[in-house]
């Protein structure tokens, strides 16, 4: 619905010494035009032609590309920002909405900003144009023209894009990677742990409680897929030590970061300052994304020397990586072998069953009902990211919100984009035991024989867990189909299995890669 701008209520036509200077008898409303402010480089003249801007352009993509995480650099920039002008003073980029807009203003300009420097030697006014992709200035001029000319008046009742609009940007801000600020909100008590993490979650759980030499993981090494969980465990342990020990500096940086402190402490020539900071007033140290060190001998030595003080001071370290540290390529050997003093473990994929967990948390968190049918429809469609599981939720609960209507499967489908191949398969034990089978390498005529090898059994018995678990058939119906045994076999069966979950990191590793085949 549109209506006439309320100008008398932003007037105080009192405080004017004379209200008829604005509006004579012989104006109206469609009379007055609102300025509109082009960004001053349209105005002029580009120094490169179209083809020289094309490459150029090309290159800073690149460049992007090798500088931002893949989630940001495809939310921000793939297919939605594009260069449309250089001048003496400014370079301007055009993008497909508003949104695309601030959130690279907000987030991603300072790598905009280092890019242009690196390739072009100088530093320039970034302008960031809302456009479309293949807008040329000209339309733009004209598009501003037009809109001089239009009545002033404001449509109050949002579109079914701008709402749509609102339902993405609260998914980007989620997919975004996260800060390091530490999230006061991420603690042990809102992980989800499952036998993809759990040693990961106990070794963080006992640092949080012992840090340093005097508990038994002076150095923890975390390696995993992005989006499993380990910047979490980060929060969460930074939480745990801050409550037990509010003495301790704790200082959570990225080795991107690290690396421009030491940089700059070179360039200003403060390395001094550097060194005492990270060795000397420091009690906990945890570095994000350590591989980013891949040869930056400078960083690396450095940080060689940080670490050497540290450990030899009983501090503690912690990092994460999204390799073990002997995968790393162009990180010295030493460097190698001191990330590896420590534990060194790896988180995989969450299974079916955390899966679920982790969206009814999620859920609950954003105040959304959802049925465990739908739940159960998103946890086997999304299998390897936690970030983008929680942010299938974001989207359903922003859409349900801004459109007012309930989340049913067919909206699920339509929102989320899953295909036919991604609805749920119906699962059975046969299917179970040919999985299982395949797995281990031992035929389904061995698991339901009287064979009692120890292979055998082990295979058998994550049969009959998974068949309790995933088709959730009775004690009996599994023991008849596996050899006609008597339904104790399958409660012993369950009950091993779960206790050796606890330790057992290579049966944890099992039973997810079965469940990812089912």
Request: include cysteine; charge should be negative.
């Amino acid at each position: 619905m549109s209506q006439d701008f309320p100008f008398d209520h932003f007037l105080n036509t009192q405080n004017t010494k004379n209200p008829t200077d604005i509006f004579s008898s012989n104006n109206s409303l469609q009379d007055i035009k609102p300025e509109v402010n082009l960004p001053k480089a349209k105005a002029e003249t580009s120094i490169f032609s179209e083809a020289e801007l094309k490459t150029i352009g090309d290159t800073l993509l690149d460049t992007l590309k090798d500088q931002l995480t893949p989630e940001k650099y495809n939310a921000y920039f793939t297919d939605v920002f594009q260069l449309s002008n250089i001048t003496m003073d400014s370079i301007v980029f055009n993008v497909t909405n508003p949104l695309i807009k601030i959130m690279v203003e907000t987030h991603c300009l300072n790598e905009v900003k280092s890019a242009i420097s690196g390739l072009l030697g100088k530093e320039y006014e970034v302008i960031v144009n809302v456009a479309e992709p293949n807008t040329k200035a000209e339309t733009l001029e004209d598009n501003s023209k037009q809109q001089a000319r239009a009545s002033f008046t404001l449509d109050l009742s949002p579109t079914r894009d701008d709402k749509l609009s609102k339902v993405e940007s609260q998914y980007i801000q989620h997919m975004s990677d996260p800060g390091m600020n530490i999230d006061s909100t991420k603690t042990f008590d809102n992980f989800i742990v499952g036998p993809s993490n759990n040693l990961a979650n106990a070794a963080a759980i006992a640092i949080s409680k012992t840090p340093g030499d005097k508990g038994k993981y002076p150095s923890l090494y975390m390696h995993s897929n992005s989006g499993l969980g380990k910047t979490h465990l980060l929060y969460a342990v930074a939480n745990g030590i801050k409550e037990n020990f509010p003495q301790y500096i704790v200082y959570l940086t990225t080795a991107r970061d690290f690396m421009k402190e030491y940089i700059e402490s070179v360039k200003t020539k403060t390395v001094d300052a550097f060194q005492e900071k990270f060795t000397k007033k420091i009690d906990v140290l945890m570095i994000d994304d350590i591989h980013e060190l891949k040869n930056k001998t400078g960083t690396q030595d450095e940080f060689f020397h940080v670490f050497n003080e540290l450990y030899r001071n009983g501090k503690q370290l912690i990092f994460t990586s999204d390799k073990s540290p002997d995968e790393i390529d162009g990180i010295e050997e030493r460097i190698k072998t001191r990330l590896q003093w420590g534990l060194v473990v790896d988180i995989q994929k969450p299974d079916l069953e955390t899966r679920i967990a982790i969206l009814k948390r999620k859920a609950f968190e954003l105040d959304l009902y959802l049925q465990d049918d739908i739940l159960t429809l998103i946890a086997h469609s999304i299998k390897t990211n936690i970030r983008e599981l929680e942010g299938s939720l974001v989207k359903l609960s922003a859409y349900a919100d801004v459109m007012n209507v309930e989340v049913d499967t067919e909206m699920v489908k339509d929102i989320l984009g899953l295909s036919a191949e991604d609805v749920e398969r119906k699962v059975t034990l046969d299917i179970i035991a040919k999985a299982t089978s395949l797995h281990f390498k031992i035929p389904v005529p061995d698991l339901k024989s009287k064979a009692r090898t120890k292979d055998i059994v082990n295979a058998r018995f994550v049969a009959m867990y998974l068949s309790r678990k995933i088709v959730n058939a009775t004690q009996d119906e599994i023991g008849k189909f596996y050899g006609g045994r008597d339904h104790s076999s399958v409660v012993h069966a369950e009950r091993t299995i779960r206790e050796k979950l606890l330790t057992d990191v290579s049966l944890s590793r099992d039973l997810i890669t079965i469940e990812n085949c089912l």
